[in-house]
């Protein structure tokens, strides 16, 4: 994942579709410093980009379909999960990657949003986008700001609501809310501040 996680940002950086991607996000208003620290990238209108770069690394497309990056067909040949797509790393509370989001360039595709399937590492259910940076602050402060989906998360961050998070393409589940509460150091009855704001 981490090496997924590479290889799409580099596509960003330094091809022309990528720029394309980083255009969109610079027009929603986000900064270099913000895309970097997010670790944002670009997936290529490719079938196979990111199966022929594993490939190189010498990782096995077992592995590459268990961490959901590749889905396979009925004959048993694999083809890269996310093609021309905005790609947003999804990661657990202390950091570790999980999965990723990807969001259309062309509104002629769909799904709007694509994200990894459920895998040992995803469980989306049980994840917030964007706990890994705010969760020291939902602790201090006792409050999460639940917002839609991921550039709303990291606009929140960039606007000074560092206790901004989202569910990942769910509904915010019991799970989540019991994530909140054990956060806010809150074991028994729940005394935290939880603030919705949806589209």
Known sequence: ???????????????????????????????????KVWGLGYAPDSWTALLDHLRLKSIQPALMVAAG???????????????????????????????????????DDVPKYLNSPATDLLDKGRLLYGLDMARRNIGKKSQAVVVEGYTDVMAAHLSGVDTAVASCGTAFGDDHARLLQRLMGNQGAFTGEVIFTFD
């Not at 990056?69 to 999960?81: A, H």
């Not at 990661?91 to 259309?104: E, I, K, M, S």
């Open 69 to 107: 990056l590749m889905t396979e067909r009925d004959d048993g040949s694999i083809y890269d999960r996310f093609r021309n797509r905005l790609m947003f790393p999804i990661r657990g509370p202390y950091g570790q990657l999980t999965g990723f989001g990807g969001r259309v360039l062309d509104p």
């Open 1 to 35: 994942l981490e090496e997924a996680a590479g290889f799409f940002r580099q596509q960003m950086l330094t091809t022309p579709a990528g720029k394309r991607a980083l255009d969109y996000l610079h027009k929603r208003g986000l900064t270099d410093e913000t895309i």
